[in-house]
């Protein structure tokens, strides 16, 4: 079966290191732009689910990447929604910022994939996507703004590739609900393109 762009929607996986605790004087500004930013998202088309902690309005809490890095994992229903949010909203401010409170990243820390409509995809699920893409650069498996494929070619990329290699445990998951995207930074990275992060 092929999906179709009414049968997919767009996953993606950002992370950003941040060059001091959330709690410090210095990364202020950045949580003070959290909820504005996370309401403006609420109310952008095409979006559709975000991760957050459990008992939480974000996943800034959440730290399965590393101690100092914030994950944020979110579903839309097309690329172009992500986009518009990313690019022509409130978000581009903290993107103009970002290396006020971010590290610059010497490698991947953005993945877009094509997902099952209804499909909640999970931390150990969009972590994986992000390491086929540092280990082997785009695919219809995991890919960028600037090298993007079309949910039919992830379908097709599906059935070309036995389930056991396409299909990775989606472990380490966490609570979950709907809820606006809140805000990361992008970064250029070797062999990326320079891309926004949402969600938080």
């Known amino acids: 079966m092929t999906a179709s762009a009414q049968a997919s929607h767009l996953a993606q996986l950002n992370v950003a290191t941040l060059r001091h605790?959330?709690?410090?004087?210095?990364?202020?500004p950045f949580v003070e732009m959290l909820d504005p930013v996370n309401a403006a998202?609420?109310?952008?088309?095409g979006f559709v689910w975000r991760l957050v902690e459990e008992g939480a309005e974000d996943a800034t809490g959440l730290r399965p990447a590393g101690e100092d890095v914030i994950v944020n994992l979110t579903v839309w229903q097309t690329q172009e929604a992500l986009w518009d949010f990313t690019y022509r909203?409130?978000?581009l401010e903290v993107m103009r910022r970002r290396r006020e409170w971010f590290e610059r990243?010497?490698?991947?820390?953005?993945?877009?994939?094509?997902?099952?409509a209804g499909h909640l995809p999970t931390v150990g699920?969009?972590?994986?996507?992000?390491?086929?893409?540092?280990?082997?650069?785009?695919s219809p498996r995991a890919f960028t703004f600037s090298s993007a494929y079309t949910?039919?070619?992830a379908a097709e990329h599906l059935q070309a590739v036995p389930p056991a290699q396409s299909e990775h445990a989606a472990h380490g998951a966490h609570d979950?609900?709907?809820?606006?995207?809140?805000l990361t930074r992008s970064e250029?990275?070797?062999?990326?393109?320079?891309?926004?992060?949402v969600g938080g």
């Open 125 to 138: 699920e969009a972590l994986e996507r992000l390491a086929d893409l540092r280990a082997h650069g785009p």
């Open 41 to 45: 998202a609420d109310g952008s088309p």
């Open 188 to 197: 250029t990275t070797a062999g990326a393109e320079r891309i926004p992060l």
């Open 21 to 28: 605790p959330l709690d410090d004087p210095r990364v202020a």
């Open 151 to 153: 949910a039919a070619e």
């Open 89 to 91: 909203s409130g978000h």
């Open 176 to 182: 979950a609900r709907p809820a606006s995207p809140g």
């Open 105 to 116: 990243h010497v490698e991947a820390h953005l993945v877009l994939w094509w997902i099952p």
